[in-house]
T-cell receptor
Framework: SQTIHQWPATLVQPVGSPLSLECTVE??????LYWYRQAAGRGLQLLFY??????ISSEVPQNLSASRPQDRQFILSSKKLLLSDSGFYLC???????????FGPGTRLLVL | AQSVSQHNHHVILSEAASLELGCNYS??????LFWYVQYPGQHLQLLLK??????LVKGIKGFEAEFIKSKFSFNLRKPSVQWSDTAEYFC???????????FGAGTRLFVKA
């Protein structure tokens, strides 16, 4: 069966510090991968998606970037965090020919 | 641009009451439609989905949703809610040719025992 992992589960970082959130998927190959930010009352905002290694599409201009160094690994990064980067970050995957997305447990980021 | 609107941000019901959560989307082409649910402390998970065919789709735990193309709506229903249905519900739309899914703002449902 397929599983999706995210870490860390919770992170508290000072403003201006770098960020690296990791997402890995097991049990499947060539998945589409997604990063979302979930904010209260605003639903899930799609940040990035990837259809293959090294292929990243950005949905919103922001302080964040994403990379996919391996087929089942998706990383969300920032060089300098802002207060507004605080939130709940969700990683998700789906098979290419099926439309259901499967979500990870999320990372709660607090920037102080 | 695609968008999804969920009519209620918070809903409070008593057990056995009927539920209907509204969802409208804005998109000119053919879409796939979803309802996802997030129970307290759990991952976001699929509740039901519509791709084609019968516009009335049934999901897990007695939920159903009806796709009305002329109204660009995909409302979620359950005849009799239970306390365990307390969760946040998200409507989502994906164009059939793309890779992106657009989510609504979510509706928090609280069911009183």
């Amino acid at each position: 069966s397929q599983t999706i992992h995210q870490w860390p589960a919770t992170l508290v970082q000072p403003v201006g510090s770098p960020l690296s959130l990791e997402c890995t998927v097991e049990g499947t190959s060539n998945p589409n991968l997604y990063w979302y930010r979930q904010a209260a009352g605003r639903g899930l905002q799609l940040l990035f998606y990837s259809v293959g290694i090294g292929q990243i599409s950005s949905e919103v201009p922001q302080n964040l970037s994403a990379s996919r160094p391996q087929d089942r690994q998706f990383i969300l990064s920032s060089k300098k965090l802002l207060l507004s980067d605080s939130g709940f970050y969700l990683c998700a995957w789906k098979r290419r020919l099926q439309e259901t997305q499967y979500f990870g447990p999320g990372t709660r980021l607090l920037v102080l | 641009a695609q968008s999804v609107s969920q009519h209620n941000h918070h809903v409070i019901l008593s057990e056995a009451a009927s539920l209907e959560l509204g969802c409208n989307y804005s998109y000119g082409g053919t879409v796939n439609l979803f309802w996802y649910v997030q129970y307290p402390g759990q991952h976001l998970q699929l509740l039901l989905k519509y791709f084609s065919g019968d516009p009335l789709v049934k999901g897990i735990k007695g939920f159903e949703a009806e796709f009305i193309k002329s109204k660009f709506s995909f409302n979620l229903r359950k005849p009799s809610v239970q306390w365990s249905d307390t969760a946040e519900y998200f409507c989502a739309v994906e164009d059939t040719g793309g890779f992106k899914t657009i989510f609504g703002a979510g509706t928090r449902l609280f069911v009183k025992a």
